[in-house]
């Protein structure tokens, strides 16, 4: 029997290559949103991240690199609410990517799902930064990680509608798994309800929100504004007013404010994972919530 190597060869090199276009290509604007797609596509898609824990998501240079990952996305997902506003509209229009425009196509923002804290009823440029549309930092509420989880299996089934079935599973053993979770969080941070923390910017209002945890005070005058001395002062005095335990910031915040008030007030300044890679341990969202607590209850008890 003869057999014909390069009709077999030829057709497994097209079965290889059909099985490689069918895996979607996503983009995403933070770490968070990556870990989210990862849980929901299960290896069903080549993930990728713009920015790092280490990066102000704010302030991201449109390099070409990323507007070359853009060019063959097949979704885009970014927190929205105007935090990506200074350099996302770049790589879109840099990208010619005509799927990735539009939130009715493969654009896909995270705050367009959720109810967003903060929102503004005027804004003008005498109040700093202020996000029109509301804070962004929506994955720091793990009610709000579930909604979206959801949001975004139905974007995944709109471009990818051959794997829905997959997709919906996906979504299932999550939601499983993040229902667990979210009971064990709830329960381990009992200790926390009603603790006063001055933090910079409203970085984490979802999480504190969640924890039952009152910020106080923001290291920043106004929003994106450096602390200023007079304002540190203020600061200070609210400290020993509200007897405030804890100073909290992320790790791309600048720490020099920080430090100046923890050691003139005598109180323990605690730098919080915003996002996965915030830490070593910070692997997933699930360890990211576990790392918050722990962090956070640790911090205490050494005040204690």
Same mark, same amino acid.
């Given at each position: 029997?003869?057999?014909?190597?390069?009709?077999?060869?030829?057709?497994? #090199?097209?079965?290889?290559?059909? #099985? &490689?276009?069918?895996?979607?290509?996503?983009?995403?604007?933070?770490?968070?949103?990556?870990?989210?797609?990862?849980?929901?596509?299960?290896?069903?898609?080549?993930?990728?991240?713009?920015? @790092?824990?280490?990066?102000?998501?704010?302030?991201?240079?449109?390099?070409?690199?990323?507007?070359?990952?853009?060019?063959?996305?097949?979704?885009?997902?970014? %927190?929205? %609410?105007?935090?990506?506003?200074? =350099?996302?509209?770049?790589?879109?229009?840099?990208?010619?990517?005509?799927?990735?425009?539009?939130?009715?196509?493969?654009?896909?923002?995270?705050?367009?799902? &959720?109810?967003?804290?903060?929102?503004?009823?005027? *804004?003008?440029? #005498?109040?700093?930064? &202020?996000?029109?549309?509301?804070?962004?930092?929506?994955?720091?509420?793990?009610?709000?990680?579930?909604?979206?989880?959801?949001?975004?299996?139905?974007?995944?089934?709109?471009?990818?509608?051959?794997?829905?079935?997959?997709?919906?599973?996906?979504?299932?053993?999550?939601? /499983?798994?993040?229902?667990?979770?979210?009971?064990? =969080? /709830?329960?381990?941070?009992?200790?926390?309800?009603?603790?006063?923390?001055?933090?910079?910017?409203? @970085?984490?209002?979802?999480?504190?929100?969640?924890?039952?945890?009152?910020? *106080?005070?923001?290291?920043?005058?106004?929003?994106?504004?450096?602390?200023?001395?007079?304002?540190?002062?203020?600061?200070?005095?609210?400290?020993?007013?509200?007897?405030?335990?804890?100073?909290?910031?992320? %790790?791309?915040?600048?720490?020099?404010?920080?430090?100046?008030?923890?050691?003139? %007030?005598?109180?323990?300044?605690?730098?919080?994972?915003? @996002?996965?890679?915030?830490?070593?341990?910070?692997?997933?969202?699930?360890?990211?919530?576990?790392?918050?607590?722990?962090?956070?209850?640790?911090?205490?008890?050494?005040?204690?």
């Amino acid at each position: 029997m003869h057999i014909n190597f390069k009709t077999i060869i030829t057709t497994l #090199s097209l079965t290889f290559s059909i #099985s &490689v276009q069918a895996q979607l290509n996503i983009f995403t604007c933070e770490p968070e949103y990556a870990a989210l797609a990862k849980e929901l596509t299960q290896g069903q898609a080549k993930i990728f991240s713009a920015t @790092t824990a280490q990066q102000d998501p704010h302030y991201v240079q449109a390099r070409p690199s990323l507007i070359s990952k853009m060019r063959r996305a097949d979704l885009v997902i970014c %927190a929205g %609410a105007e935090l990506e506003a200074g =350099w996302l509209p770049m790589l879109q229009m840099k990208s010619h990517n005509r799927d990735v425009q539009s939130t009715d196509k493969g654009l896909f923002f995270a705050s367009d799902h &959720v109810e967003n804290f903060d929102i503004p009823v005027t *804004v003008d440029r #005498s109040m700093g930064d &202020v996000h029109a549309l509301g804070n962004p930092h929506v994955h720091l509420d793990p009610h709000r990680v579930l909604i979206l989880a959801q949001a975004l299996t139905k974007k995944l089934i709109q471009i990818d509608g051959d794997h829905r079935e997959q997709y919906q599973q996906n979504l299932d053993n999550f939601s /499983q798994k993040w229902h667990v979770a979210l009971n064990k =969080w /709830q329960t381990q941070a009992a200790p926390l309800k009603g603790i006063k923390v001055i933090a910079y910017h409203s @970085t984490f209002r979802y999480l504190f929100e969640f924890l039952n945890i009152e910020q *106080v005070g923001d290291l920043e005058p106004k929003p994106g504004m450096p602390p200023t001395s007079k304002h540190l002062l203020s600061l200070l005095k609210t400290i020993k007013n509200q007897q405030v335990p804890l100073v909290v910031y992320s %790790a791309y915040q600048d720490d020099k404010g920080v430090k100046w008030l923890t050691e003139k %007030a005598d109180i323990t300044n605690l730098q919080l994972p915003y @996002t996965i890679g915030g830490n070593e341990q910070v692997t997933d969202l699930f360890s990211l919530f576990n790392q918050h607590i722990q962090l956070l209850t640790d911090a205490l008890a050494l005040k204690s």
